[in-house]
Each structure stands twice: as C-alpha cells, then as structure tokens.
C-alpha cells in the first residue's frame, strides 16, 4: 500500500512501521516471515529476511520482537591495481524487542529497543599510502517509540498513527578518527479509513508522511566552506531537530523531503484481500515513485501475502521487487475485543 503502515491494520508485521498497534490486533499472538528478493533487475544473491512474532498477555499488553537479515551477496575485493584479494559476503541485521499498552479503549503506545550490526567487508584491512585502516563492523542500539488510536463510527473503523523510528547514536565503519554516519531516524505521520460495505465485504483507504530526520548536507564553495545551509557535523539527537528547518533553499526545499505514501484495500469475508498503493518522492531528494500492487489469502490460521513494485522512472532499481510474506496468527481460545 505504498509503503505505508503508521496506521493501517494491525497485522503481525506491525513491530516494522509502528509496535503500538499491537494491542489492537485481533488475534492474542502472531508470527510473521518475510522475504524480499533486493534490486533483483541488477544480482541475484541480495535479499532482506524479516520475521516478527507478538504475543498479548491481556486487551492492554503486548510484548514483540523481530529479526531482520539484509544479505548483500557475495562481493569480490580487488586492490587499486586491480588484483583479486578476496571475496566476503557483506551483510547487516537489526533484533528489536517491543513493549506496547493500551490505555483506555482507543489509545495505546509502545517503545522498541534495536540492536543493530552492519559488516561491509569481514574486517578487511586496507591500505593507503602506506597506512592501513582496518574496517570493522559498524553496531549500534537504537529505538522506536509509537503512538496508536483506533475508533469506530457505526460500522466503521478510523485510526491514526506516529512512529519515530531508528533512533540512536551514529555508527562509523573506522575506529580511528572516522566521519560517523547518521542512522535513518524517520518520522511516520499516517491516518485510515475502514468502510465496512456490509457483513461481507470493505474497503480500507489510508493516507502516510514521512520525513527523515536526518540534517539534509549544506551548499559549500570551492574552498569548503557552508554558503547554504547548515553544518551537518552535529550529534544525533541535535540532528534530529535540525533536520526540520535546514535545507539549504528554505522551505521549499524542507517540504520536498516529505514522502507521500496512499492505499487502497479491499477485504472479503477477512479471508481474501487486494490492495494497491503509490508512494512518491520529491525529483530533488531522490526521485523514488512507484505503484505496489499486492493480494493476500487467509485461511484458518495461516495467511500469504504478495506483493509487487512498478517503478515509474525506467531506470529505478526497484524495478520488479516481489514481496512474499507468511503469516501464522493464533487466538489461543480468545477472540480480541474491537472496543
């Protein structure tokens, strides 16, 4: 649904875009698995492994975590002289642990912890101009925190939702005197509407911004120094403030780093669901338009969802990712209450 989740249903997936949901999941535990073949028109070997599991002790508390692999294949490393010197296999992981409540009938609210581990080379060292650097690991901790509320009115559902995800200190790949780089803190502003057609059939329409939170790099001149702009050389906690008002041409530029995410769903009978989505991007700030076209089956206690990404620009890598999800929930002798 063009990548959007701050406030769609929730589904077991909901540790990734916003935990709060949780409490209002229909099903007292949940396990989910994900795969998604990465920039599958360039290799064949990259791809991003996701799995989330909730379990809710009550209608007010929620424990989850998740596990998410991205493998970068297999690279070959060649010196500056082009000699073979080996081949690694780069690849990074997040683990995430979750708390969320409810409180009262509407609201709920969670907090994620996030370790997080980024390996590029295996700890390859490299040498220039006679000085070797060893690049290790890059790991750090980080969190999302979230906030949650869902209503009805008569037969239909409405929700809205924030989550500030990937909060946390800079990593760097280089111990000694390394630039330091920011992790992709993302704020996620979203809202939805359920239309219960009758007993059988609705329609799910939602709307989501986000923006990163990261200060968007300054203008310099020849000699280096900031002519537009800001410093983008601050903490990770100041960047994240800064990051609102320091784009180098004003206000224009500030809301052009505002991603646009809408969708559609359509459900029949909780058992067979269509949905299409379009995200959209600013020509300035990276250019990533597409469609998502997605259907899911759900039976018993199991679920399959898929899902597909047509790029509007021809040249887009995400040309023809296929998204290919499981998804296992249980009642566990209870069915969750809706108010």
Do not use: C
């Amino acid at each position: 649904m063009g990548d959007m989740g701050a406030a769609t249903s929730p589904d077991v997936f909901s540790q990734y875009w916003n935990a709060a949901k949780y409490p209002f999941a229909k099903s007292q535990m949940g396990i989910g698995l994900s795969i998604t073949p990465w920039l599958s028109t360039l290799v064949e070997d990259v791809r991003i492994n996701y799995g989330s599991f909730y379990y809710s002790f009550n209608n007010l508390q929620t424990v989850s975590a998740s596990i998410r692999y991205f493998s970068i294949g297999s690279m070959d490393i060649m010196s500056s002289e082009g000699h073979f010197i080996t081949n690694v296999s780069p690849n990074e992981f997040s683990m995430d642990l979750a708390y969320a409540r409810r409180f009262g009938n509407h609201l709920s609210a969670s907090l994620s912890a996030r370790y997080i581990r980024s390996d590029l080379t295996g700890g390859l060292m490299l040498a220039e101009s006679g000085d070797s650097e060893t690049i290790t690991p890059a790991s750090t901790a980080g969190f999302d925190i979230g906030v949650y509320y869902q209503n009805t009115q008569a037969s239909n559902e409405y929700a809205w939702g924030i989550s500030i995800t990937n909060m946390g200190p800079k990593v760097t790949y280089i111990q000694e005197n390394a630039e330091k780089y920011f992790l992709p803190t993302t704020l996620h502003l979203g809202g939805r509407y359920t239309f219960q057609v009758d007993a059988d059939n609705s329609v799910m329409l939602g709307l989501e911004l986000s923006k990163l939170m990261v200060p968007t790099p300054p203008v310099r001149d020849e000699d280096g120094k900031i002519v537009l702009g800001k410093s983008s050389a601050v903490g990770f906690v100041e960047g994240w403030f800064q990051s609102f008002y320091d784009a180098p041409y004003g206000w224009g530029e500030e809301l052009s780093e505002v991603v646009t995410g809408g969708g559609l769903e359509y459900v029949y009978r909780e058992m067979f669901s269509t949905r299409i989505g379009y995200s959209h991007d600013s020509k300035r700030k990276g250019n990533r338009r597409y469609l998502t076209f997605g259907a899911g089956i759900r039976y018993n206690v199991m679920g399959l969802d898929i899902s597909y990404l047509y790029p509007f620009t021809t040249t887009d890598p995400l040309t023809n990712t296929l998204r290919i999800s499981l998804i296992f929930d249980f009642s566990l002798g209870y069915q969750r209450s809706r108010d």
